[in-house]
């Protein structure tokens, strides 16, 4: 399996080789946070960025103007912060889904909803 990263700074990628024996999300913010990718729980931000997997070696056209990266160098790469920053931007993601998905209910349904037994004992 690769991971293929698009940005501004061209085309990167890495074989990530069988994702059932790899740390597949280690790897993801590792390669993200070396290139720069915007942090969120996106796989496309705009026009500049998208990145995504294809199982199999990528087509050659693809592999020639890519710069292909050994996954030896994410284990280098000091992620800390930006996972951090990721965390904190899909957590920020996830309360504005929620909020807009609440706004959007009537007050019987909304109050239905935050007396849901789900929800019992959450402030």
Known sequence: MWLILRGPIGVHMWDFGD????????WILAARAHL??????????????????VQGE????????ATVHDVAELATVNSA??????EAACREERIL????????????????????????GRT
């Open 19 to 26: 994702p059932e024996t790899v740390p597949v999300q280690e």
């Open 36 to 53: 720069g990718y915007p942090v969120g729980d996106s796989w496309v931000h705009g026009d500049e960025w998208d990145a995504s997997f």
């Open 58 to 65: 990528p087509h050659e056209s693809l592999m020639a103007i």
């Open 81 to 86: 912060a930006y996972v951090a920053e990721h």
């Open 97 to 120: 889904g929620a909020a807009h998905a609440l706004a959007g209910l009537d007050d019987e349904t909304l109050a239905a909803v935050l007396a849901h037994p789900v929800l019992a």
